[in-house]
């Protein structure tokens, strides 16, 4: 079955009671029992809600792989990945990556223990010497965020293969229409819905797939045993939204396209990040793992200045100065003073997150008024 079929169809039924076409939203906490131990697969909502089964099987069929598990917001499904972990264990993280993921491995889980590396994962010496006997977990960024990086997939999994140490993926950048992990050699995919998969910046939400019946009962085993769940309204949306999400993804790719080509050749823009660049030094990866190369492009200005970037971010009005991505309207930020201000200013700057850089959530407006909207701001 072809992605835009699976996106419509995949672990979707009509609804038994009525046909309905559309998932009904199960607005319920409990379910009515036959008798003790006698019911229709649902107990409680916090354990399972149809809502939700109905999304975890669908982003699951997209993954190509076989167990879903939907929580309250991307951290949540983030800390669901770490609570696999004991103290003493190490993670491998790539030294490029949002913000909130940072925080939360080094203010909440680096004190219970856990110890974690931030390396350069697109050089594979380097991982091959940071890994050691302690390491149970791989966490991967692809495209990184906001730098827009490219890490080899295949080629980590590779590595590790045979160990016991968990390749885990943030997929939220590629969405499965552009990337399967799964396939590329990883264990965990995790994505926040809240981006591409709802695509309407209408709700908030986070989610993991897996292949593999062991790991997919633990990552159950936390989810209802931490309570950290998406609501049967939240998961409503997210179905809704991913049944266009080919159809976004062509169109944030194609607009994307344009937009860094016009940056590429501003007098005012000093280097641009987008995987799908000839001179992006990780494009032929690129090619090679993914279908496009996504609509989210970082810039940073000649000489800089952040005062010359906020006046940027402050003359846009098709692009709206907001936190977050993926949404079918364009934004625009400043990554060092928003997304990732959790992370200490010497480790931005060394990871090439500067004063100037300015992050794009391309969106799928007419592409001529989005460019025009930044060749203003720019000049």
Not at 199 to 208: A, E, F, P, R, T
Not at 297 to 312: C, M, P, R, T, Y
Request: charge should be neutral; glycine fraction near 10%.
């Amino acid at each position: 079955m072809k992605f835009g079929t699976k996106a419509i169809h995949a672990g979707l039924t009509p609804d038994s009671a009525t046909g309905a076409i559309m998932t009904p939203i199960y607005q319920t906490s409990t379910f009515i029992q036959n008798g003790v131990g006698n019911h229709k697969g649902f107990e409680y909502a916090r354990s399972a809600n149809p809502t939700r089964s109905a999304l975890e099987s669908n982003i699951a069929a997209l993954e190509n792989g076989k167990f879903g598990a939907a929580f309250g917001s991307g951290i949540a499904a983030i800390d669901c990945v770490l609570k696999m972990l004991k103290p003493g264990d190490e993670v491998i993280a790539t030294n490029d990556l949002y913000g909130g993921t940072y925080r939360i491995f080094k203010t909440i889980f680096e004190q219970y223990g856990i110890v974690f590396h931030f390396i350069d994962l697109g050089n594979i010496d380097v991982l091959k010497a940071t890994i050691n006997t302690k390491t149970k977990l791989i966490w991967v960024e692809t495209p990184t965020n906001p730098t827009l990086q490219i890490i080899d997939i295949k080629a980590i999994a590779g590595l590790i293969n045979s160990s016991n140490i968990l390749l885990a993926v943030d997929n939220t950048f590629a969405t499965p229409y552009l990337q399967t992990p799964l396939d590329l050699g990883a264990d965990i995919v995790m994505h926040s819905a809240t981006k591409y998969l709802g695509g309407h910046s209408d709700v908030v939400m986070g989610i993991l797939v897996c292949k593999d019946e062991k790991l997919g009962k633990e990552i159950y085993r936390i989810q209802n045993s931490s309570g950290a769940i998406c609501g049967p309204m939240d998961a409503f949306l997210v179905l809704r939204g991913i049944k266009t999400l080919h159809l976004r993804m062509q169109a944030h790719c194609k607009n994307a396209l344009e937009i860094a080509s016009f940056l590429k050749g501003h007098n005012k823009v000093d280097k641009v990040y987008w995987p799908g660049l000839s001179d992006h030094k990780n494009h032929l990866i690129a090619k090679e793992q993914m279908l496009g190369f996504g609509g989210m492009i970082s810039f940073s200005l000649v000489g800089d200045s952040k005062q010359e970037a906020l006046k940027v971010l402050n003359k846009t009005s098709v692009f709206s100065l907001a936190e977050s991505l993926g949404g079918v309207e364009s934004l625009i930020g400043h990554p060092a003073t928003m997304t990732h201000a959790a992370i200490p200013k010497e480790e931005r700057i060394k990871n090439g997150i500067t004063d100037s850089l300015i992050r794009l959530s391309v969106g799928v407006e007419d592409v001529a008024d989005l460019i025009n909207d930044l060749k203003q701001a720019l000049e």
